[in-house]
């Protein structure tokens, strides 16, 4: 049976769901994350930084606030346990033009290799 794509939960997945950024909670994450190099070379093409809690949480605040957006970013979290795990987000978004780029980053190691990235990816492509 096919399910009308209309009719379905967009930010549900079979393994994820895309959350709403809460500042607090995904800074301190991304402080913790920013410390594995592994991640941070598979996240981004710059160097890898330390950053605070609190710098990060002020950076995130700033950018939620502005509009129209040219970042929008959500937390992933597992559906069993409704832990997150990760982020994804779409960064310099061309309204005008419909173009964005889009990144994933899973910051739980133990969350690598168990398709939660890929259903992730999916939940952004349905959004888009």
Known sequence: MKVNIM???ILTGKLVRLAAVDPQRLAEAFSRWGRDSEYWRLLASNPARLHSVKSTREW???DLEKGP???LL???HTLTEDRLIGETGF???RWQHGESFIGI???ERDAWG???GTDAMHLMLRYA
């Open 7 to 9: 009719e379905q939960d």
């Open 60 to 62: 995130l605040e700033k």
């Open 69 to 71: 957006p040219q970042i």
């Open 74 to 76: 959500f937390e992933i």
């Open 91 to 93: 960064d310099n978004i």
């Open 105 to 107: 980053g899973l910051g």
């Open 114 to 116: 168990k398709g939660y």
